[in-house]
């Protein structure tokens, strides 16, 4: 082929790329030895929806420990706002009602709910919540959601209560009677799960989840790791561990139970590969507020730390949906380029950096050493040692 049939080639298949995109352009990323053509689409697929970051409960690992914004929740105007933004998004499958608040103490919860099902009936929806309303909903979570993610991160009412506060002795009674209540009206949905965090207090309760599991028609068990917010719940980590049986030993799994629930546990150890869910699935969170991030993670200013060290994450978004569409953020260049980067994670290592211990860069997530703006080099999500719902 000559170099002037080559070139007609490329011409065509850019003018094909841009034809791809609703905005009629395209995003060249150069690559040491290629270059990626990208037609921006609105092509989200799962939006994680922060109704509110307010709680009823006061956790021992909450995130709210550590930082220092207002509490408030996402106004009804604003949710409806956002509700007409999602029907521009042909190829939306999910709606997650979650963040870091309890979605069920939300003034307009049935209304939102409601309002959601109309506007988009065939949609996906998923709850999160800590279990201490669901009683309060009943009929509404049944006739609305398909996936219901619990936490339970004990069965033993001190331990559990020790956990989360004295609300938290009601979440297993709850989740009881709601299946109870299910059965008895003939409803297979909403499919239960239960999210278990795991620390060095409470770890000897996983067996007891396990053998209630089935009695409260719980199909699926995430466990994930605990990342400490504060100085004093560092000691509660069960990450790193020599031993990767650290967690996988309190898993006793009888062919029973085992035919009858998935359990999906996480990692203990920090290993090469990378993956961030939250760009594989193509989605994104919008937070109490309307702003647009890339994950929970970017949601909010706090402090944490990562394997003894402490580390600031900023907030980081790419627009707000009160004064710009969702899928005109979502198609912005420097959002497509963000994500490009993330699906590659061309980001260092820090977690397991020799240099760790003196790097100024590592403070924070503002900026790495490879001069990524903001950095994931330290995202414990991508390492599977933290997890979402």
Known sequence: MTMEAELQKLIEKVKEKIAQSPLGKIVIIDEVDHILIIPPK???????????????????????????ESLEEMLFEDYLNLLDQ????????????????????????????????????????ILTTNGTTIDKFQDLIIDNFDYMIVSIDAVNEDVFK?????????????????????????????????????????IEELPK???????????????TNMLPYT??????????????????????????????????VADTQIRTERSCA?????????????????????????????????????????GNIKNERLKDIW???????????VADFNFPSCIDCPTREGCSYANTNEVDCYGNTPSCAECLWSRDIVRCP
Not at 88 to 108: A, C, Q, R, Y
Not at 209 to 223: H, P, Y
Request: proline share 6%.
């Open 42 to 68: 609105p092509d989200i697929r799962k939006v994680y929806v922060e109704l509110t970051n307010k709680c009823n409960l006061n956790c021992q690992m909450c995130i709210r420990r550590s930082w220092l």
């Open 86 to 125: 999602l029907t521009e998004l042909p190829e939306l499958k999910t709606i997650v009602f979650g963040g870091l608040g309890e979605p069920t103490i939300h003034p307009k919860f049935r209304e939102i709910v409601e309002a959601t099902k109309s506007k988009l009936p065939n949609i996906e929806l």
């Open 162 to 202: 020790g956990i989360r506060g004295p609300q938290a002795s009601k979440v297993i009674n709850n989740l009881r009677s709601f299946a109870e209540y299910r059965d008895k009206i003939r409803k297979y949905t909403p499919w239960i799960w239960a999210e278990f965090v795991a620390m060095r207090q409470n």
């Open 209 to 223: 989840l396990l053998a209630i599991a089935k009695d409260l028609q719980i199909k699926r068990i995430m466990i």
């Open 231 to 264: 100085q004093d719940m560092m000691g509660e980590s069960l990450y790193p561990q020599a031993d990767p049986a650290e967690i996988y030993k309190w898993v006793p799994v009888g062919p029973d139970l085992k035919n009858y629930i998935q359990i999906n």
């Open 278 to 318: 939250f760009i594989k699935n193509k989605a994104c969170v919008i937070t109490v507020n309307g702003d647009v991030t890339p994950c929970y993670n970017f949601a909010h200013t706090y402090r944490s730390y990562i394997n003894g060290h402490e580390k600031i994450i900023y907030k980081y978004s790419y």
């Open 331 to 341: 198609m912005k260049e420097e959002y497509v380029r963000f994500r490009n980067k």
